[in-house]
């Protein structure tokens, strides 16, 4: 799940909208960076849950078609509730 550099934490209040986001998997947009170089991916997820592991702490989410995503949370550059 590591993209090679270290993870840096999140704000709280983010972290918070994600757990309540996933706790009413919710489908929002999701825009972030799948490593550190590169280009964004855009697209509708559902939020599932939230993970921790030595390497960060990560979004748990599917798409409509119900693909897993696994998101590191501070590759995150945006969400908007769809």
């Given at each position: 799940?590591?993209?090679?550099?270290?993870?840096?934490?999140i704000?709280?209040?983010?972290h918070?909208?994600?757990?309540?986001?996933?706790?009413?998997?919710?489908?929002?947009q999701v825009s972030?960076?799948p490593?550190?170089?590169a280009?964004?991916?855009?697209?509708p997820?559902?939020?599932?849950?939230?993970i921790s592991?030595?390497?960060g702490?990560?979004?748990?989410?599917e798409?409509?078609?119900?693909?897993?995503r696994?998101?590191?949370?501070?590759?995150?550059?945006s969400?908007?509730?769809?």
């Amino acid at each position: 799940m590591s993209d090679g550099t270290e993870y840096q934490p999140i704000p709280c209040s983010l972290h918070d909208g994600y757990e309540l986001a996933c706790m009413h998997r919710s489908v929002q947009q999701v825009s972030w960076r799948p490593d550190t170089t590169a280009q964004a991916v855009t697209e509708p997820l559902r939020f599932i849950d939230l993970i921790s592991s030595k390497e960060g702490e990560y979004l748990i989410a599917e798409t409509s078609d119900g693909e897993p995503r696994t998101i590191r949370l501070d590759l995150i550059i945006s969400t908007q509730p769809c």
